[in-house]
């Protein structure tokens, strides 16, 4: 009787329904597709002066162009500080990580960041991120101290 059910239930009809993932595949828009091009579009006239890139294998092509026009903003806004004839004060220091993009990834990016990426930082991105906050920790122990008093 049992083996019959088991029979009986396999047989029925399915209804078809969407199963949508939480993920956006490729050649669909993304739903928060407007937010992050506000975001975006912020981020860029602030004029950041590093890009440090993680987490990806910069394959994806709405991604890589992101990634492209961030890089882009980063080394022009940098462009002046590195000029000391466009520099109000020449004798001024300047950061040194000014206009530099960084790809943090086991494997290296290819031919085609060529330009794009100045530095690329062999090795996994959990590891290296502990090993910044262990090394900002030594040259800015304050920057950890917790506030005790409101």
């Not at 047989?11 to 490729?26: N, S």
């Not at 912020?42 to 992101?66: A, C, E, N, W, Y």
């Not at 590891?127 to 910044?132: I, L, S």
């Not at 090394?135 to 917790?146: L, S």
Request: aromatic share 6%.
């Amino acid at each position: 009787m049992l083996a019959a059910a088991r029979q009986a239930r396999s047989a029925r009809a399915l209804r078809i329904g969407t199963l949508q993932p939480a993920i956006v595949l490729y050649d669909e828009p993304h739903p928060l597709g407007d937010e992050i091009g506000a975001i975006q579009s912020t981020d860029l006239t602030r004029r950041p002066d590093m890009l440090i890139i993680m987490g990806t294998s910069l394959k994806v092509h709405g991604f890589k162009k992101l990634v492209k026009e961030f890089a882009r903003t980063v080394h022009e806004s940098a462009a002046p500080a590195c000029s000391p004839s466009k520099s109000p004060n020449p004798k001024a220091p300047t950061k040194s990580h000014a206009g530099k993009v960084v790809f943090v990834n086991k494997t290296a990016p290819g031919s085609e960041w060529d330009g794009i990426i100045d530095f690329h930082v062999a090795g996994e991105t959990d590891k290296w991120c502990e090993r910044v906050i262990e090394d900002w920790k030594k040259m800015r122990p304050a920057d950890w101290e917790v506030q005790k008093t409101l």
